[in-house]
């Protein structure tokens, strides 16, 4: 059993939003019907669980943090509901999030990515999950190694982006280290520097050595 995904805005998508990237998303509902998908969204308040339960839609995007509860808890609610149970259900997780892996497995959760997410890499994933082959009636895919696949993809997608994330932060602690030991040396010839000449021609050649400096020049006013 897959969902069928026809030209019109006629697949169901329900967006379960705490609000949090507003005006990031607010082509999400545009971008979404023009691969045929209705995206719905649904706030993050009291009766979150229940609104979600009241209706039928194709697949579910959930915040993974929500001020009452979490996207696991939106997971388990739905597999705990026998008409509802084989939906799946795909979890937006803040970039400084702590997966619990044994979580989303044991909550049903078929798919995640970190944001910020791009909308059109969201609809690839969002299509990918509602082509997925389900056994009729199961909270499973068919093929439960598909399911694990699935969530194995993420985990190496969120590795590789915190390995990018930690490498230009690397970088930017690199830079700065080369940045404040060039100071250091200006500071320390500027101290021996024993006349205006050779402080000028100390300060022109220190500064050069800063990174990413490709020219200086001083301005000596007369006083008056």
């Not at 990515?113 to 994933?125: F, N």
């Not at 990018?164 to 690199?174: F, M, P, T, V």
């Not at 320390?188 to 000449?197: G, P, T, Y």
Request: hydrophobic share 45%; net charge negative.
């Amino acid at each position: 059993m897959t969902a069928h995904l026809g030209n019109d805005a006629d697949v169901d998508i329900l967006l379960v939003d705490a609000g949090g990237y507003g005006s990031l998303r607010a082509d999400w509902p545009e971008a979404f019907g023009a691969h045929g998908l209705r995206l719905t969204r649904i706030g993050d308040d009291a009766q979150m669980l229940s609104r979600i339960a009241a209706c039928r839609p194709a697949l579910v995007i959930s915040d993974l943090e929500l001020a009452h509860g979490d996207g696991y808890a939106v997971c388990a609610a739905l597999r705990s509901d026998a008409a509802r149970q084989a939906i799946p259900v795909l979890l937006l997780a803040p970039p400084s999030a702590l997966l619990d892996p044994q979580r989303l497995v044991d909550s049903g959760v078929d798919s995640f990515l970190m944001e910020p997410v791009d909308v059109q890499q969201l609809i690839v994933h969002v299509r990918l999950l509602l082509e997925r082959p389900m056994a009729a009636g199961a909270a499973c895919p068919a093929d439960e190694s598909l399911h694990l696949r699935h969530l194995a993809h993420a985990g190496l997608a969120h590795a590789a982006g915190v390995s990018s994330q930690l490498q230009q932060r690397e970088r930017e602690l690199g830079r700065f280290n080369s940045v404040l030991q060039a100071l250091y040396r200006l500071t320390s010839a500027l101290n021996r520097a024993d006349s205006e000449s050779a402080l000028i021609d100390t300060a022109l050649d220190c500064a050069l050595e800063l990174p990413g400096v490709r020219a200086v020049w001083i301005q000596i006013r007369e006083p008056d």
